[in-house]
Structure formats: C-alpha cells, structure tokens
C-alpha cells in the first residue's frame, strides 16, 4: 500500500530554521520525482521544491537560497530544510511524489503529482 508521511513541523520565529522529512511507503522510490507544495488558509497550493530521481531540484523563486531540498533513495525519504524563514512562509506543507522523468517546467505544479501525504503545518511568528 502507498503511502506519504510528511514531519517535522512546527511554530518557529522569524529568521529560524526548521527541516520537514517525508517518507515513502510502497513505492519504488528512486524512480518517483518528488516535491514539497504548501497552502495557506484561503490561498492555493503552491509549490515550493522539488527532487527527481537523480536528485535535481527545482524551487520556486521565494524561496530560492532558503529551502534546500534532499532525498534518501536508499530511506526512501525526502527532506526540506528550510532557513530564514518569514511569516509568509506559514502554511500546511504536503508532500507529493509522481512517477515521472523527464523536463522541468511540470515539477511545481500540484495537479501533476499522484500520491501526496495529510500535511505538516509550519507556523513562523513575527
């Protein structure tokens, strides 16, 4: 059975650092891309990292230089670490991985991803 299990969040203060983990149950995960989105209350889900297999990465522009995304294929875990982190950083993070190869331009997009996790909510105070 297929599964996504993000951790790790939390309330954290303006300028702080906190690191999400995801792990993957029941895939092939070194063949899966993977990607980090998150949503704020009345916003939509945007994405903000993301990971192929051979561990190439995409960010969205705001948060370029901050967040720095990883996997394990051997754990099948990805990770988030994300640094100097603003208020309008808050927001649920989720998960999601494709089984995918191949380009860049879809890798942010919420509706090209297959299998996503229930989320971790990251709080950053002002």
């Known amino acids: 059975q297929q599964e996504v299990v993000e951790s790790g969040g939390g309330l954290v203060q303006t300028g702080g650092s906190l690191t999400l983990s995801c792990v993957v149950y029941?895939?092939?995960?070194?063949?899966?891309?993977m990607a980090w989105f998150r949503q704020a209350p009345g916003k939509e889900r945007e994405g903000v990292a993301a990971?192929?297999?051979?561990?190439?990465?995409k960010y969205a522009d705001s948060v370029t230089g901050r967040f720095t995304a990883s996997r394990s294929n051997d754990k099948t875990m990805m990770t988030l670490e994300m640094n100097t982190l603003k208020p309008e950083d808050t927001a649920m993070y989720f998960c999601?991985?494709?089984?995918?190869?191949?380009?860049?331009?879809?890798?942010?997009?919420?509706?090209?991803?297959?299998?996503w996790g229930p989320g971790t909510q990251v709080t950053v105070s002002s």
């Open positions: 990971i192929d297999g051979g561990g190439g990465t």
């Open positions: 029941g895939l092939a995960f070194d063949h899966y891309a």
């Open positions: 999601a991985a494709v089984l995918r190869i191949g380009g860049t331009w879809w890798m942010l997009l919420p509706q090209e991803y297959k299998f």
